[in-house]
């Protein structure tokens, strides 16, 4: 009989190569059938979106005295795209941590505070600072799609790159709400965005005579 750390160790490998694998098969599909900077929405929400959610769950680390020991995993969704609901019924027949999967569109204050996920799709700055404010300093893993305001107001960012749905981490916006993502995640997240600053012209200095 195998030990249990042993089985443990394996079952995190099995994971992780799982979403290796679909971000390598994701790049394949989306350059193939979607521009570099799309990807069709009948394939992103009920097959790309849902199996990277569940998998920011299950190697995102909240702390512990957070109530994620609930038996439902909570997910706040706010999109007005016509295939979002499909997202929502591919969530529904997932498992994360042996925890079924329960999804809330355009959720009010109230029920926004009992998630602790929410996936923003394609936000505006004001949408941004609105699901902000409502959850405060709750430890809750807010996760953008193409934001507005880019990837580091967000805890992850979904982005098209090359064709393919790629993230970045911001570690800083994770740990200011308590969350900590595994080694292994941010392994498979891409480099932070390299901040470019323009340069002003230098102005000539004119001796003085």
Request: charged fraction near 20%.
């Amino acid at each position: 009989m195998r030990p249990v750390a042993s089985l443990s160790r394996s079952l995190r490998r099995a994971f992780l190569g799982a979403l290796a694998a679909l971000v390598a098969v994701l790049a394949l599909s989306a350059q193939a059938a979607a521009p570099v900077d799309e990807v069709d929405p009948k394939i992103f929400y009920p097959v790309v979106l849902p199996n990277y959610l569940a998998n920011f769950a299950k190697y995102v680390r909240w702390p512990a005295s957070s109530g994620t020991e609930k038996e439902t995993l909570h997910i706040g969704v706010f999109s007005q795209h016509v295939d979002a609901p499909l997202m929502a019924e591919a969530l529904r027949g997932k498992r994360v941590e042996n925890r079924p999967v329960e999804v809330h569109f355009s959720p009010d204050v109230d029920t926004l505070r009992t998630c602790e996920m929410v996936f923003l799709d394609r936000p505006g700055r004001e949408e941004f600072t609105r699901i902000r404010q409502a959850v405060g300093q709750l430890p809750v893993l807010i996760v953008g799609y193409q934001s507005a305001t880019g990837p580091g107001p967000v805890g992850i960012e979904l982005v098209v790159k090359d064709g393919a749905v790629r993230f970045h981490i911001s570690v800083g916006t994770l740990s200011q709400a308590g969350l900590t993502p595994s080694p292994e995640l941010l392994q498979l997240a891409l480099p932070p965005p390299i901040m470019r600053v323009k340069s002003r012209p230098m102005t000539p200095v004119i001796p003085v005579p």
